[in-house]
């Protein structure tokens, strides 16, 4: 399995930005336990990160003609604004999985509604940087059951 991992705006500044919130892993301790989870899982991810929303929108995109079986994304704040990343998962459409650091359904009232989360088979929030784990086991048993239920019935 391949899955592309995508993180929005100020994740880069995980340990940085408002550690009591977030948590005191950096950014680059995210990318390592997504790392080691997927070799564990004999599973291949591609992980990115912008601070950009067209940026966002054109990694999207770039996994419609690929390899890529499912997307693990934490929009981040444009989970909260943007329509146009939504638009990007549905017409790629592929499997999405939500991440969310913090339980954004316990925070400002800005932040409680995901327009990802319209598309997404799967919404994981407030359990820090491992809810990145949960979603890929979680993807990794979407993706196989999805298999299994498109092989043929076996013939007696």
Not at 104 to 132: C, D, L, N, P, Q
């Amino acid at each position: 399995m391949n899955v592309l991992v995508i993180n929005g705006p100020n994740l880069n500044m995980l340990g940085v930005r408002e550690p009591l919130l977030y948590g005191a892993k950096t950014y680059e301790d995210l990318v390592n336990l997504i790392e080691s989870t997927c070799i564990k899982h004999n599973i291949t991810a591609e992980v990115f990160q912008s601070n950009h929303e067209g940026v966002l929108i054109d990694k999207i995109q770039s996994a419609f003609s690929s390899e890529y079986d499912a997307i693990i994304i934490n929009g981040s704040s444009y989970a909260h604004t943007s329509i146009a990343i939504l638009d990007a998962l549905k017409a790629v459409g592929k499997p999405v999985v939500e991440v969310h650091i913090t339980d954004h359904a316990e925070r400002e009232a800005y932040r409680r509604h995901s327009y990802i989360s319209e598309y997404a088979v799967k919404t994981i929030s407030g359990w820090g940087i491992s809810g990145y784990v949960y979603a890929i086991m979680f993807i990794n048993t979407y993706i196989e059951k999805s298999r299994s239920e498109l092989l043929p019935s076996p013939q007696a």
